[in-house]
């Protein structure tokens, strides 16, 4: 049932890309994360209340109605809003360049998305299930910092395009000071209210699970670590320096891989902090060297801080 869903989803991708690239946030993100949510529980409720089972045969049939619903309107409504921006004409296809461009950002992407889940794989591989849980609770916990960093990358993605395209680059380093700001200060906010309410927040897990409430602190480092240098990556990926990316987070997990295996054996789920946030912070180095080296730029929350230099210096 879930395959069923994987054709709109690949659509909705592309579809909130189109409208990033315009700046049209109500198509980029309220069908996505929005609507469909919205349908799914609304669809959902109408199912058991038309005596269906609350199971998830039920609720995968949800999602399905809801993905589809959503691509679909999503479609209709971006291929009107192009009629008046963009002029018709020939068709020009070009799929081994597109293949050429795509494939290192789906492996940039890929391997974010395991440097997140990897660390649980490998703790419920050699930890109980109790021990599992407990680290899970305190991962998704953090995961909220997350929220940050996507916000910014999917707003300014497309402007770190248009003005490296433009050769505008006062433009360029001012959105990038910018970016810089509005990904650390609320990453470190967020932080710091869930370390101060972490605690209270792993308990409503259950009674056991506030003893993770140590490893919040462990893999906050690494999650402002790499909020420091806001979204370098998206910069990189929009300057075409995505096949550089695409080296760093593969060896960022590979890192991440190596750390937890030897670390979870010897300090449980401390060392699958350490390790998960040991990776973050090598893969923030490497990110900030390849920006220095290949753009000229100091990606970094401590350089974003000193006063900008004059237009003539720039």
Known sequence: LGAITLPMLALTEIQDGMSR????????????????????????????????????????????????LTSIGQLISLERRLRTVVPSGPRDYRPMIWVGIALPIFVVEGFFNLLTNVDILIVGYF??????????????????????????????????SKYYTNGD?????????????????????????????GRQLLLLFGPNFGSGYPLLYIMSIGLL????????????????QQGICAVIYTAAFIV????????????????????TSASLVLETIALYSITAS???????????????????AR
């Open 127 to 160: 930890e109980d299930p109790d021990q599992v849980a407990i680290y899970f609770a305190a991962v998704k916990t953090l995961a909220l910092v997350h929220f940050v960093y996507f916000a910014v990358r999917a707003g300014g993605a497309q402007r770190f």
């Open 169 to 197: 680059r006062v433009r360029l380093q001012a959105f990038v000071r910018d970016s810089l700001h509005w990904t650390f200060w609320p990453s470190l906010a967020m932080v710091v209210l869930l370390l101060i309410a």
């Open 21 to 68: 690239a315009f700046s049209w946030a109500d198509l980029s993100l309220w069908p996505t994360y929005i609507i469909r949510p919205v349908l799914i529980l609304a669809i959902m409720a109408l199912a058991i209340y038309f005596g269906w089972s609350p199971n998830a045969t039920t609720a995968m049939g949800a999602v399905i109605i809801a993905t589809y």
């Open 294 to 312: 290949r753009l000229g730029m100091r990606c970094s929350i401590l350089a974003a801080m000193r006063p900008p230099p004059p237009i003539e």
């Open 256 to 275: 991440n891989v190596i750390l937890n295996v030897t670390l979870i054996p010897l300090l449980g789920l401390i060392g699958a902090a350490i390790a």
């Open 225 to 240: 670590f790499r909020a420091s240098i806001g979204p370098a990556e998206s910069l990189l990926t929009m300057a075409g």
